[in-house]
C-alpha cells in the first residue's frame, strides 16, 4: 500500500509564499506520476498542477500557472509545491496523489493523501 503524507501548510498574508511537501512511502516513487489537488468545501476538487515521474513534463491549472511550482527529489521520495503570490482564492485544502501513468489532469489518481489545509488571509 503506497502512503502520501502532505506537510507545510498554514496560514499566509495574500502575496505570500508557501511550500508543501508530499512524502511517499513507495521504494519505487520514481515509478509513479505525481500530482496536487485541492479542494474547499462545497466544490469539487481540482487539478492544480502534475510532475511526470522524472520531473520532464509539468501540468498546471490555468489559474495558477506562473505562480506555483511542481518538483520533485526522487531519491528523497518527495514531491513539493512551491506556491508563490498567494491569493485568497488560493485557501483550499490540498492534497497530493500518484498514479502509474500520465501527470496530466486527466484519469483517475490512484493513492491520495490526507491533506494539508493552505489559508490565505486578505
Known amino acids: 500500500q503506497v502512503q502520501l503524507a502532505e506537510s507545510g501548510g498554514g496560514l499566509v498574508q495574500a502575496g505570500g509564499s508557501l511550500r508543501v511537501s508530499c512524502a511517499v512511502s513507495e521504494h519505487t516513487f520514481s515509478s509513479y506520476a505525481m500530482g496536487w489537488f485541492r479542494q474547499t468545501p462545497g466544490k469539487e476538487r481540482e487539478f492544480v498542477a502534475g510532475i511526470n515521474w522524472n520531473g520532464g513534463s509539468l501540468y498546471y491549472a490555468d489559474s495558477v500557472k506562473g505562480r506555483f511550482t511542481i518538483s520533485r527529489d526522487n531519491p528523497k521520495n518527495t514531491v513539493y509545491l512551491q506556491m508563490n503570490s498567494l491569493k485568497p482564492e488560493d485557501t483550499a485544502v490540498y492534497y497530493c496523489?500518484?498514479?502509474?501513468?500520465?501527470?496530466?489532469?486527466?484519469?483517475?489518481?490512484?493513492?491520495w493523501g490526507q491533506g494539508t489545509q493552505v489559508t490565505v488571509s486578505s
Open positions: 496523489a500518484a498514479r502509474v501513468g500520465p501527470a496530466a489532469a486527466y484519469g483517475a489518481w490512484t493513492y
